[in-house]
């Protein structure tokens, strides 16, 4: 009951809009913010544009996690379960992971640390109020986290 906003990671949607109808039934006035890289930001675009981008170009990207579209459930239940899609750099993401592994204790691919990725680079956002992150995996290569850890 004290958690103002909760960022939750967006790939497809699937877990932002389970989490997002759960927490807006228990606290109408929870905000719930979506995450994505800047590498695919397809539910970002498709809100934006209003359409549903079911199939989304794909830069190189830390996140596989999140390649691809959006889908179209997700778009159309969006009003309903969430407030705003944060979209994050890809360095954010790498320090984000390696700031999870290193200091939290917390193994986390980097789809799952963009929520930890947003609190750093929009922390005005969040000052002073109570926020919830979302990690949701933990599907990292070894050779990826080493990368990350000696690069942060």
């Not at 459930?73 to 994050?88: I, T």
């Not at 995996?137 to 050779?143: A, Q």
């Amino acid at each position: 009951p004290t958690v103002d906003y909760i960022l939750v990671p967006i790939g497809g949607g699937g877990l932002i809009t389970g989490i997002g109808l759960a927490a807006k039934h228990v606290k109408p006035g929870i905000e719930v913010i979506g995450v994505q890289t800047e590498a695919c930001p397809a539910m970002a675009k498709s809100l934006r544009d209003k359409i549903c981008y079911e199939e989304f170009p794909v830069q190189d990207s830390l996140c596989d996690a999140f390649v691809g579209g959006v889908f179209r459930l997700a778009y159309e239940m969006a009003g309903q379960c969430m407030d705003d899609v944060l979209v994050v750099t890809e360095k954010n993401i790498a320090a984000a992971t390696a700031r999870l592994l290193a200091d939290e204790k917390v193994f986390a691919e980097p789809s799952s640390a963009v929520g930890i990725a947003a609190l750093t680079q929009f922390p005005q956002r969040f000052r002073g109020r109570n926020v919830a992150v979302v990690v949701s995996g933990g599907n990292i290569d070894k050779e990826l986290m080493k990368r990350l850890i000696l690069e942060s």
